[in-house]
Nanobody, 121 residues
């Protein structure tokens, strides 16, 4: 019914920037909160940034001042602008959206497939 597709990952040198995108498609009535998570090898998945439907943002301490989450409601898209990247940011990044499905109006949590971000020193 609903699919999230991420893009924008890749290999970048330390100090560089990347912008991740996540597009939701399918039977969508509305999108509530959105967020980006990441999981590095051998570590648990952690919240990187979140954005509520009301516009409140929340960032992990490790990315504050460097990463910015934003959304385009008309395009059902959420972005993560990542600046001043360092090797500790290397991980698989996952998009998450709380979506109300069209017609049924059921709320469900959806995840993207993940996109690799690798930062070289």
């Amino acid at each position: 019914q609903v699919q999230l597709v991420e893009s924008g990952g890749g290999l970048v040198q330390a100090g560089g920037s990347l912008r991740l995108s996540c597009v939701a498609s399918g039977s969508i009535f509305s999108i509530n909160s959105v967020g980006w998570y990441r999981q590095a090898p051998g570590k648990q998945r952690e919240l990187v940034a979140a954005l509520t439907g009301g516009g409140t943002t929340n960032y992990a301490d490790s990315v504050k001042g460097r990463f910015t989450i934003s959304r385009d409601n008309a395009k059902n898209t959420v972005y993560l602008q990542m600046n001043s990247l360092n090797p500790e940011d290397t991980a698989v990044y996952y998009c998450n959206m709380g979506i109300v499905i069209g017609r049924t109006y059921v709320f469900a949590d959806y995840w993207g497939q993940g996109v690799q971000v690798t930062v070289s020193s």
